[in-house]
């Protein structure tokens, strides 16, 4: 699971390793911003943007009690959903992910958004 910490677009990766989560993820990204009705030069110049990734922990209490909260609820959610790990649609979930909002995404509560909306707002 790799959360932008700016909109909340979460993306689901089954790789285990940079090595393989890495190329991954920039795929996955890639199709989830396709099915967000992203403009494709938009996506393209996103993705030139992400080829120099760098994984580093945060110290925004923020964003980690975001992904705890992602992280209990993607859990749960497939737990009652799929009879089985291998099942699950990563894609469908994903989609599912950008109209949840678990927290705000600015400083007042009168200004929560879908992680889905301020991506298009962002990259259209």
Same mark, same amino acid.
């Given at each position: 699971m790799l959360t932008n910490e700016r909109t909340l677009l979460t993306v689901f990766v089954t790789g285990k390793g940079s090595r393989k989560m890495l190329p991954e993820f920039l795929e996955r990204t890639e199709r989830l911003l396709h099915r967000l009705g992203i403009p494709p030069k938009a996506?393209?110049?996103?993705?030139? /943007? $992400?080829q120099e990734i760098v994984l580093l922990p945060t110290a925004s209490r923020r964003t980690l009690g975001n #992904?705890?909260?992602?992280?209990h609820a993607i859990r749960h959610h497939v737990q009652v959903k799929y009879p089985s790990y291998e099942e699950i649609d990563w894609?469908?979930? /994903? $989609?599912?992910?950008?109209?949840r909002i678990y927290s705000s995404l600015y400083e007042?509560?009168?200004? #929560?958004?879908?992680?889905?909306d301020l991506v298009r707002k962002i990259l259209s």
């Open positions: 996506i393209e110049a996103e993705q030139n /943007e $992400m #992904l705890t909260d992602i992280g894609d469908r979930e /994903e $989609m599912i992910f950008t109209e007042t509560p009168m200004n #929560l958004v879908y992680p889905r």
